[in-house]
């Protein structure tokens, strides 16, 4: 079916009607509820370019977000996009997508991918349960790539981590929320222990609104552990790591029930612990369990 729309270069004065889209747009109740601080995280994210498919009466119908990965300028993201309801099937998301793989391949991407360009980002890929944006990606010329996963986390019903904090304070570590003043050392740490990816994420976790950081310190100084939560979104938490000489004293599982009593006590009732490695540790610590299941995807230009 024929419709009649343009494509335009997204500007900071279009994010309210961007918003008010996705909320209409994003299927998925968890996904919708958080628009707002969706569309302006990924807005945040360095090199994102963004383009939206404009019906007569100015009537926004469609947006996509996309930026170079932090780690390898040779790939481009697309960070999202989304087609209101009553527009799909008319074309729109292919206008979209094209305009958008056009403007990352001349920011110098070879490749592109559906994927989360870590730590601007909303989710890992594409949620299983949106089938038509996975239909769209096939019919688009995309191959699928490693899938990822989410956990939930209930919290209301959380073990309180007093006794196991006195008995680490006893032990010659504390265990406390990091402050502003922590970034730098902090950002150093995930550096020297797990590489670049985390390092962005703890560093924004700490200070934003309704994000924060609990770690674990011993008596000299030295860190020994982090937990993070809110850096991407607020009901997301992640991410978290323990040095391998720390690990089996318990310090990880009270960093991560101190950041979802965080959550908790920000008027959550369920977390949702992103893009998960070690399923076993999250589902003996807090119960939680696999629920989001996303496919990732990769195209060459």
């Not at 498919?53 to 930026?67: D, K, N, Q, T, Y």
């Not at 793989?101 to 991918?113: F, N, R, S, T, Y």
């Not at 265990?175 to 003043?181: D, K």
């Amino acid at each position: 079916m024929d419709r009649e729309f343009w494509i335009s270069e997204l500007t900071d004065n279009d994010l309210p009607a961007v918003i008010d889209l996705c909320r209409n747009a994003l299927d998925l109740p968890e996904d919708a509820a958080e628009a707002e601080e969706i569309v302006h995280r990924l807005r945040e994210t360095p090199r994102c370019t963004g383009f939206l498919a404009v019906a007569p009466g100015e009537r926004v119908i469609g947006v996509v977000l996309g930026s170079v990965s932090h780690r390898d300028a040779s790939i481009g993201h697309v960070d999202l996009i989304a087609v209101d309801p009553g527009e799909r099937r008319c074309g729109v998301g292919r206008a979209l997508m094209t305009r958008i793989e056009g403007a990352l391949a001349g920011l110098g991407a070879g490749d592109v991918v559906l994927a989360g360009n870590a730590p601007h980002y909303a989710w890992p890929g594409i949620d299983v349960r949106y089938t038509p944006a996975v239909c769209a990606a096939m019919a688009l010329g995309f191959a699928q790539d490693q899938p990822a996963w989410n956990m939930t986390a209930d919290l209301r019903h959380l073990r309180p981590t007093a006794a196991a904090e006195k008995r680490l304070a006893d032990e010659g570590v504390t265990i406390r929320r990091a402050e502003p003043a922590d970034s730098a050392e902090l950002a150093e740490f995930a550096l020297a222990n797990w590489g670049s990816g985390w390092a962005g994420e703890i560093v924004d976790s700490i200070g934003r609104d309704r994000a924060g950081c609990h770690i674990a310190v011993e008596n000299d100084g030295t860190l020994l552990g982090f937990a993070a939560y809110g850096s991407s979104r607020p009901s997301w938490f992640g991410p978290m790591g323990t040095t391998a000489a720390a690990r089996g004293r318990g310090i990880g599982s009270i960093l991560l029930r101190r950041c979802l009593a965080d959550q908790r006590d920000s008027g959550l009732d369920s977390a949702q612990i992103g893009w998960v490695g070690p399923v076993p540790f999250y589902s003996s610590a807090v119960g939680a369990r696999v629920e989001r299941v996303f496919f990732l995807y990769r195209k060459q230009l």
